[in-house]
């Protein structure tokens, strides 16, 4: 069952400048200090109802020449790159999953070691962009105490952010996808008006949060120019701030925004 958003991930290439950025559209930014850095750096920006959004930096050239996110790198720079949902129960989706026909990966740990000398493990399910469906999450639940994983320790924000309501999606074919969505969210999504350049458009909800996929236009339009420039997948976050919201969005790199809601 899924309780939330996990975490989003925006990926860049200058990860100081987008730290920086961050800051200034009024957002916290804390590290985990995990003891091996790896081929990746990253920062986090951590909410108050346990998810968050990961700034990953991919520091190694020969790792990030074959990831699943260089294509985004190579398109465009900076950006969206992927979602992922917090289940309470990974087994139990995996096997609702396959039952429907939706192909995913068996869960696997995966685990790293704090400077502390503790340990955090996180199970993860790859449904989506890693097998060449953007528009479907990978599903993550905890194998040891959050809070080793999700520093707790930064998740108020000068702009008031508490955490992920929702994002928005864009699709080259929605119709193709809704079997997918349906059989993740366990129910059929409700149709919406599609926004500015959109031609269709649906809504999928689940524990207080929501997920909308949109097919885009032929027509020269934003949103069929971001398309054509990204692809599918994560195009804007919405967050929520029940002390201010409103803010006018926030876009970086073209990579797309986030919305207070």
């Known amino acids: 069952m899924f309780v939330g958003f996990d975490h989003l991930i925006v990926v860049v ?12 559209f009024g957002y916290a930014v804390t590290r985990r200090n995990d003891a091996a850095k790896g081929n990746a750096e990253n920062r986090l920006v951590c909410f108050q109802d346990g998810s968050y959004l990961e700034i990953l930096f991919l520091t190694d050239p020969a790792y990030r020449a074959r990831h699943r996110m260089t294509p985004i790198l190579a398109r465009s720079g900076s950006g969206w790159a992927d979602y992922s949902l917090h289940s309470d129960d990974i087994d139990a989706d995996c096997a609702r999953l396959a039952a429907a026909g939706v192909a995913s990966v068996m869960p696997s740990d995966f685990t790293k070691t704090l400077e502390t000398g503790e340990t955090w493990t996180v199970r993860v399910m790859p449904v989506g962009a890693a097998l060449g469906r953007p528009v479907l999450p990978f599903i993550a639940m905890d194998a040891t105490p959050r809070r080793l994983r999700v520093p ?30 349906d059989s993740l969210y366990g129910s059929k999504g409700e149709t919406i008006a599609p926004p500015a350049g959109g031609v269709a458009a649906r809504r999928w909800t689940f524990a207080q949060r929501f997920v909308e ?49």
């Open 152 to 181: 707790d320790t930064a998740t108020v924000h000068p702009n008031g952010a508490a955490g992920i309501a929702g994002v928005r999606l864009l699709t080259a074919d929605l119709h193709a996808d809704l079997h997918l969505l």
């Open 213 to 261: 996929v949109v097919q885009p236009g032929p027509e020269d339009s934003g949103l069929r120019r971001h398309f054509d420039r990204r692809g599918e997948g994560v195009y804007q976050v919405f967050v929520a701030n029940p002390s201010n919201p409103g803010i006018p969005d926030q876009e970086f790199a073209n990579g797309g925004s986030t919305i207070f809601v």
């Open 13 to 24: 290439t200058d990860l100081d400048y987008a730290v920086r950025c961050y800051e200034q």
